[in-house]
């Protein structure tokens, strides 16, 4: 099911922005026309993400210092995890996220 979230110009230019989806903490990364949804927790201890600190694309979670690249979720200090990712379709102005 497609749930509608915000307006692509909330989400702002390689930055976050933190939603709620049906009691899940979700976090929007934009890049241009290109918007990823990954859930707000480090693959680490599951700490939420959406305080670090955003640079070149990059997440560094504030807690453990792991750091996620933003365009495709994968670790680099652990490349077998990567955070877990919703699919994002856009609709004119709109961002939807697919939801179970």
Known sequence: MWVEITALNRVPEWGI???QVEGISL???RQG??????????THLEYPIDMG???NG???CPFHKFQYKLDTGKCLNAPASALQSY????EGDRIFVESN
């Not at 699919?87 to 856009?90: D, E, L, Y």
């Open 53 to 55: 600190k955003v640079r």
């Open 27 to 29: 976090i929007l990364n």
């Open 33 to 42: 026309m290109n918007v990823t949804c990954y859930r707000n927790a480090c």
């Open 87 to 90: 699919p994002v379709k856009i």
């Open 17 to 19: 922005l933190t939603v």
């Open 58 to 60: 990059i997440i560094t």
